[in-house]
Structure formats: structure tokens, C-alpha cells
């Protein structure tokens, strides 16, 4: 079989109780929080009163509640929002049950600068706002009696991201249960030695704690389960443990004709962990599983079981537009479920660890997900940034990474770090503090050790080793990558020699002819493009090209602060949607590209700065609606029949309008106007639509796409009358009643036909009654200064969202939209 690396795919390990309620419970720790928007030093106590503060559940991300502001120290760069210190606590009861138990508390993601205390004694501290950690409460818990759980979030230094990060206990928390004999935090590792279409290998490492003052004999089970929960295969050992001591436990199970893990069918088993003695479970623990191989070729580039796929992905930041840096599942997966619709296939999570719900979603849906751990190493981007933890903590950080997301399917790749500034020799040892320097010298101690002559590298490829080598270490089954702006093999990352595959930023002149530079090196693409679009916002013609800011570090401005949406409008290191996608799509031996980026985010607004606080780069805006190149890509990515005509069709008599088609499966389109033919056309080889270039007259364009002769898809697009009503369109109309649930309702105005006006503009207030509430509002326009949580916002280019969240009690959520001299709308969503 060819050398392949090979994994058995396996999601960030889930909890589950078994028949038992004595064995483990994994308990939802986000309600019935109390917060506090400042600081106040004596807050960790016990009987401090916070009667006062502000009730809510988590997550919580306190920033995203303001409107947009130039005074905000985090800039427009960092989304133009506040900061600052903020307080959490939270009064809660262990049972008696629980005496003689392990508690310990999960927190998936806290930005920044995070402190926790309980009942007054500080548990610890980590200042990487993206990373999950835990801490044993077992020595200092009251069982039967009261109990404060105090954490103090500290976002003060501004600005210390270059894009929104949030603020607060924006993910999810978890009280944690389990006997005194269990499997340890992130306990299982799971991999295949070996796996084909007919039969896999599998191995199983388990980490088995034991916090009790004696030793113990036990017997631990390995059950593979398939996605019905039918039993596969199973193996089973005896073993003891020292008290208060680990042990490490390898098992082996065999399958025939395994179902494979892919991301048109991402087929997903299930470990089951069970601990006996004499008889009686005393911890069960699940890992669900996905089981594939893959390689990468330097000249073919990726292969998925055997299979060629090119890597068709995207670069997403983790905020959730207007819900912040809140880490909803439902939210997170509405985003993925438009990127699969548009054929999209992989994740590149940018530039930071993502939510475990996350890297969930993708095992579960089929994506090929980069996983990034830094922005930054040791040098700075940004005032108050990362790099100056980087050297205590990047080896903790690095390894808490890797241990809690090895085991998820999705993952295909590491990448040690995004454009860091030790690609280059003018950042060497000089500019190094006492720590940084030690730090280094070090692990170049370490390496000399290995027969690795660390006086002929840079301090910075030396890094660059070091990192590599954790990731090898702690998962060898996997490629380790960065993003790279320096293309050139001087890079110091590239002179490491640690890469197993060379990434990429931009530089698209130096994709085709690679391996002249990089012999025999493997090419992924890790971000591209950086086209600017404003959904809905066209300037013609169409043909011409506007190249914004002249330079990256020269300022910009205009007094439209929109970029054109037909693809004719990127930055200076960037290009073309057509063009980059021509490049990945024509050479085999780019494995794969991760576009800049599938959805707009808060921050960095290039090209401009302020009244703009969002991005202008993504194929989705804030709000989650497609902008036109979306349908660009579909028609190049899915096999779905795809007509697309823009722009809209409200213009002014006799102006010369660009009209636009992206269509695929088909050899030619018509385009008429008012019943008469402009003409057909076909695409050229590499350019991926047509258009024609019409006089406007009011009325309805029409396309029509042939194939072999006959119709494959009509559209119409229609000028419209003014407003007269506005119309509410739900993703979901049923929602589970669990206090987190979400419906994405589209707003438009329509005219007295019934057609939605593309330019209408009207302001949109919005109330709800019932079990549930308003959790956000959004129109994807980068400029609007108003907080996303406001039940009001304006139609931009004809539509807005508003996001509807459930309560837990089951019932009926009523949302009214009204606006001045408009019909109002109504929409009932079910909870139940």
C-alpha cells in the first residue's frame, strides 16, 4: 500500500453517562451565571455580595452588546468594540452523591487573560483566550453546602488582536463527575496502523487516572459501535494502578470492510471506554470515530482513500456575526451547512484553536479542517498581543491543542502559525529578552543531542523545529504545515526543514513552476484571494479592475466605503476568485486552497478604516447571505445545475448596465430582455461566466442555460416598484426548547407584486413574544455603527437578519417587523 499517513478519525472525546448515574456525568455548567462589566479586586470571595450584577447564562461575550465606536481602543482593525475587565460568579450545590468523587471544571474558551477561583482559592490562570483547560475542584468543594465558582476575564490591553476576538466566557463550561478511578482529561487517543477499503487496524491508547489513596485492579473494555449503536468489535484487559498514579493501556481491535470516513459520506463509529471492577462500571467514556486513509502527493497532489480530492476550502475567524465570539452549535453549523451548499470541503480555522463544536460539526458534515494553533511566536503584530505569553506558554498551549482535538476526523493538518515574523532574519536573537533567548538555546541544546547541528540554523528555524516537533510527538499521523507570505526558500520556517508540507499566502505567480524552487516539496495553498465585495454593490464596467490599498501599509479612503461584488475589486497581495481558482483547479500538483475567507467577519476592514469595523473579503457576508461570487464557486465545486444572473434590475433609464452569469452543466446561456434575445454566449476556456453588456429598460431580464440544445435552468430578475410590505423567512420554523436553539429569519420589503426590492433601505423594528427572544440583529453592511444586538436595523441592499433564540420552556415565539409606512410582517416559531 502506498505510504499514506493513516489515521482512524476520531472526534474531541464526548461524555456520556452510562445506565449508571455513579459513573460519569458531564453536566452543562452555562446557567444562572452573574456578571459584572468591571473589575474589583475582593470579587473571588465567598461572601462577597454580587446581589447587583447582572444575571445571565454563558456564553457570554460582553463586547459584542455595544455599538461600534472610533473610540474604542481595540481600533477597527479589532472590530471597533470594547474591551476591558469583567467579573463572572456562579453559587452552585454539590449533592451528597457526589462525596468521594473527582469534580472538575471544563472551560472550552475564555478571552483573555482568564483567573479562576473556587471558594475563594485560585485554581490558576491562562492567558490564551482560545484555548480549552481544566481544573480539579475536588480538594476544595463543600459537598452538601454552598459553593462559588469567581472568574475574572481581563480584555484591558487594546488593541491585541488583528481581527475581533470578543470578550469574556464566550464558550461552553462543564461540571465534571467521575469516580476516583476514570479516564483522564482528554484520555483517549485512537489511530489506524493500518486501513484500507477492506479492512482496518486500529489502536487504541488509554490514559487511566486513579486519585484514590489506595491501588486498584480493573478491567478495561475498548467497544467499537457503528452510527446505529450496533456492537463491531471489542477487546478487553486487566490492569492496576498505583494510588494517585496513571496508567497508559494500548489495545487493538480488527474490522473487515470498514465504512470509510469522507466528505461526500463521513461515516461515523463510535469507541465506547468502559473501566470494571468486579463486575461494576465505574467510569464509561465515548469517543465517536471516522476511519479513513490519505496522503499527499508532491506532483498529484491529495488523495482521500485512494481517492484524488482537491481541497476546496475556506479561512474562517471564529465570531458568529451578530452573536459575537458566542460559541453557538446551531450558529456554527448554519455556516457550514451554506459553505457545503456552495461545495465547499474544508475548514482552515484561522488563525487560533476553534470550539470543540466546531471540529464536531465538521466530523459530522465532511469537512477537511486545518487546524491552527498561532497568529503569532514571539514577535509581536499587534501591541498587547499573544507573543508576549508565547514563551511560557506555547508549549502548553501547543500540547492542550493537539491532545483535545487529535482525535477528530476532520483534522487532516497542524499548522504551527499564520504569517509570523520569524519567517525573516532581521528578527533574530538580538531583539530577544533573557526568556526567549533561553528558551531557544535550550531546545538548540536538545537538538544537538539529536545530531541536528543547530549553529548552522536561525534561532527562528529553530523555532519553527520545536513546534513540529510537539505536534510529531503528541500525533504522528498527521502533516504539519504554516501559512506562509515569504514564498521564497529563504523563509527560516522553510530552511527548518520541519514542514512536511510548504503553505502558501497568496504569491500565486509562484504556485505554477513550485518546484523549481522546492523539489519534491508538497504544495498547499493555506489562504488566498482576498477579493473585496459589499453584497449587492456593483460599479461597472465590470471588466475594469480596482486594486485597493495601493499598498498594505498605506492608508486608503473614499467616501463610499463599498467594494464592487463582480469580482473585480481585491487588495495588492491578493487576486481574483476566477484567478486563483484557475490556478488550483488546472495544476495538480496544488493540493488544495483555503480561500480569504468564506464569511465576512468583525474587524480588519480592508481596505478601509473607519466608519468600516467589518471585512470585506468574505464569498458570504456578516449576516450569512451569499454575495454573487458564491454561485461562482458552486457551479465549480458541486455537481448542482447552477444558473446565477446579476445584478439587480433597478437602474436608470438607458445607463449601460454589466450583466453577469455563472452557470455550470450547461454549454451556453440566452439572455433576453422584455421577451427579446440579447444573445447567447458561452464561457471561454478558464474564465468561468459570461455577460453581456446591456442598456437598461425597466422590466424582466431573463436566462436561460442549454444543454445539448434543451433548457437545464431559467431565472428571472424583475425591476421592482417601491416597498409596500416586508416579508419574514425562517431557516427553521421548529426549534428545540433547550435556552440555545436558533432561527435565522431573512427580512425583505417587497412591492405591491410581490418582488423583493434589491435597493430598499427602510428601517426594521422588531418585537417578540412568547418563549423566546431576540438574540441579534444583522444587514452585512460593514459601516453600520449600531450594536448587533439591537431589535432594530435597517435593509441594507434590500435584506436583514434577525436571529430568534429559544427559552426552555416549550411553546410558541411570535416575531413582529414593522417599519414606517410598510405592512407590517408576523412569523410564530415552535419551540418544543
Same mark, same amino acid.
Given at each position: ?14 461524555? /456520556? ?81 457526589? %462525596? ?53 476575564? =481581563? ?46 487496524? *486500529? ?24 452510527? =446505529? ?172 491543542? *493537539? ?18 515574523? %520569524?519567517?525573516?532574519?532581521?528578527? =533574530? ?117 480596482? *486594486? ?41 500538483? *496544488? ?44 457551479? %465549480? ?20 448596465? =454589466? ?45 436561460? /442555460? ?127
Amino acid at each position: 500500500m502506498k505510504k499514506s499517513y493513516l489515521f482512524l478519525l476520531v472526534c474531541t472525546v464526548l461524555f /456520556s453517562c452510562s445506565s449508571s448515574k455513579e459513573t460519569r456525568e458531564n453536566a452543562d455548567f452555562t446557567e444562572n451565571w452573574k456578571f459584572y462589566p468591571g473589575d474589583d479586586s475582593t470579587a473571588y470571595n465567598v461572601r462577597y455580595d454580587d446581589s447587583e450584577w447582572r444575571a445571565l447564562n454563558l456564553p457570554h461575550d460582553w463586547s459584542i452588546e455595544a455599538d461600534f465606536s472610533i473610540d474604542n481602543p481595540a481600533t477597527p482593525g479589532s472590530g471597533a468594540l470594547p474591551g476591558g475587565i469583567g467579573w463572572y460568579r456562579k453559587e452552585f450545590t454539590i449533592e451528597k452523591e457526589s %462525596e468521594n468523587k473527582n469534580i472538575y471544571i471544563d472551560f472550552d474558551g475564555v478571552y483573555w487573560n482568564s483567573k479562576v477561583w473556587v471558594n475563594g482559592h485560585l485554581l490558576g490562570e491562562r492567558p490564551n483566550g482560545y484555548i480549552s483547560f481544566r481544573y480539579d475542584l475536588t480538594p476544595y468543594i463543600k459537598v452538601g453546602g454552598k459553593n462559588v465558582i469567581a472568574v475574572r476575564v =481581563d480584555n484591558s490591553q487594546q488593541p491585541n488582536s488583528r481581527w475581533y476576538s470578543g470578550s469574556g466566557i464566550y464558550r461552553n463550561v462543564w461540571l465534571v463527575t467521575v469516580n476516583p478511578l476514570h479516564v483522564d482529561h482528554w484520555g483517549t487517543y485512537v489511530t489506524t496502523p493500518y486501513v484500507t477499503k477492506e479492512s482496518a487496524e *486500529i489502536s487504541i491508547e488509554t490514559k487511566i487516572k486513579n486519585s484514590s489513596d489506595s491501588g486498584q485492579r480493573f478491567e478495561l473494555y475498548s467497544i467499537l459501535v457503528d452510527k =446505529d449503536g450496533k456492537e463491531v468489535v471489542k477487546t478487553n484487559n486487566s490492569n492496576g494502578v498505583g494510588a494517585g498514579e496513571t496508567v497508559n493501556m494500548t489495545q487493538s481491535l480488527s474490522l473487515a470492510t470498514p465504512n470509510l470516513w469522507s466528505v461526500e459520506n463521513p461515516y461515523m463509529y463510535k469507541v465506547i471506554t468502559r473501566i470494571e471492577q468486579n463486575g461494576d462500571i465505574v467510569d464509561e467514556y465515548e469517543t465517536p470515530v471516522g476511519l479513513r486513509y490519505f496522503s499527499f502527493d508532491p506532483d498529484k497532489g491529495f488523495f482521500l482513500n485512494g481517492e484524488s480530492v482537491k481541497i476546496k476550502g475556506v479561512c474562517q475567524h471564529h465570531d458568529l456575526g451578530c452573536l459575537g465570539a458566542v460559541a453557538n452549535v446551531r450558529a456554527m453549523e448554519r455556516q457550514l451547512e451554506i459553505l457545503k451548499e456552495m461545495g465547499c470541503n474544508g475548514i482552515r480555522t484561522a488563525h487560533n484553536p476553534p470550539a470543540p463544536e466546531l471540529l464536531d460539526l465538521c466530523d459530522k458534515m465532511g469537512f477537511i479542517v486545518m487546524d491552527e494553533a498561532f497568529d503569532m511566536w514571539r514577535k509581536k503584530k499587534s501591541p498587547y498581543d499573544y507573543s508576549q505569553y508565547f514563551p511560557e506558554w506555547h508549549e502548553r498551549d501547543l500540547t492542550d491543542l *493537539i491532545v483535545r482535538d487529535r482525535n477528530h476526523p476532520s483534522i487532516f493538518m497542524w499548522s504551527m502559525g499564520n504569517e509570523v515574523l %520569524e519567517q525573516w532574519s532581521h528578527i =533574530d536573537a538580538d531583539t530577544m529578552n533573557l526568556q526567549q533567548a533561553n528558551m531557544i538555546l535550550n531546545f538548540a541544546n536538545t537538538l544537538n543531542k539529536k545530531d541536528v547541528n543547530a549553529k548552522e540554523l536561525h534561532v527562528n528555524s529553530l523555532l519553527a523545529i520545536k513546534l513540529a516537533d510537539i505536534a510529531k510527538k503528541l500525533d504522528p499521523t498527521r502533516p504539519v504545515t504554516t501559512g506562509n507570505n515569504e514564498t521564497e526558500p529563504s523563509n527560516h520556517v522553510f530552511r527548518s526543514g520541519a514542514m512536511d508540507i510548504i503553505g502558501f499566502n497568496y504569491h500565486e505567480n509562484n504556485w505554477v513552476n513550485f518546484h523549481e524552487k522546492f523539489p519534491n516539496q508538497k504544495l498547499i495553498i493555506t489562504e488566498s484571494t482576498s477579493a473585496l465585495m459589499s453584497r449587492g454593490y456593483y460599479e461597472m464596467p465590470s471588466d475594469s479592475m480596482n *486594486i485597493w490599498p495601493e499598498r498594505w501599509d498605506k492608508p486608503f479612503d473614499r467616501p463610499v466605503h463599498h467594494c464592487s461584488s463582480y469580482d473585480n475589486c481585491h487588495v495588492p497581495w491578493g487576486s481574483t476568485h476566477e484567478d486563483t481558482w484557475r490556478l488550483v483547479k488546472n495544476y495538480d500538483h *496544488i493540493s488544495g486552497v483555503y480561500l480569504w475567507t468564506g464569511f465576512d467577519y468583525l474587524g480588519e476592514p480592508t481596505p478601509f478604516w473607519w466608519p468600516s469595523r467589518s471585512s470585506y473579503f468574505g464569498v458570504i457576508d456578516l449576516a450569512g447571505f451569499p454575495k454573487d461570487v458564491y454561485y461562482m464557486y458552486q457551479s %465549480e465545486w458541486s455537481d448542482k445545475d447552477v444558473l446565477h444572473i446579476f445584478p439587480h434590475w433597478n437602474w436608470a433609464e438607458g445607463q449601460t448596465v =454589466d450583466v453577469w452569469a455563472y452557470y455550470n452543466n450547461a454549454d451556453e446561456v440566452e439572455l433576453f430582455l422584455n421577451g427579446e434575445s440579447l444573445g447567447k454566449k458561452a464561457k471561454e476556456k478558464d474564465i468561468y461566466h459570461v455577460f453581456w453588456r446591456v442598456p437598461y429598460k425597466k422590466g424582466t431580464l431573463k436566462a436561460i /442555460s442549454y444543454k445539448n440544445g434543451k433548457e437545464v435552468l431559467t431565472k428571472e430578475i424583475k425591476t421592482t416598484g417601491e416597498p409596500v410590505s416586508l416579508r419574514l423567512t425562517a431557516d427553521r420554523t421548529a426549534l428545540k426548547a433547550d435556552g440555545k436553539d436558533l432561527s435565522f429569519i431573512t427580512v425583505e420589503a417587497l412591492d405591491a407584486g410581490g418582488n423583493p426590492v434589491p435597493v430598499a433601505d427602510n428601517l426594521i423594528n422588531f418585537s417578540v413574544e412568547g418563549n423566546g427572544f431576540i438574540a441579534g440583529t444583522d444587514n452585512g453592511d460593514p459601516t453600520d455603527p449600531d450594536s448587533l444586538k439591537k431589535p432594530a436595523r435597517k435593509l441594507f441592499n434590500g435584506k436583514a437578519l434577525v436571529v430568534v433564540q429559544s427559552q426552555k420552556e416549550a411553546g410558541t415565539i411570535t416575531l413582529r417587523a414593522q417599519s414606517d409606512n410598510l405592512k407590517e410582517a408576523v412569523i410564530n416559531i415552535k419551540t418544543r
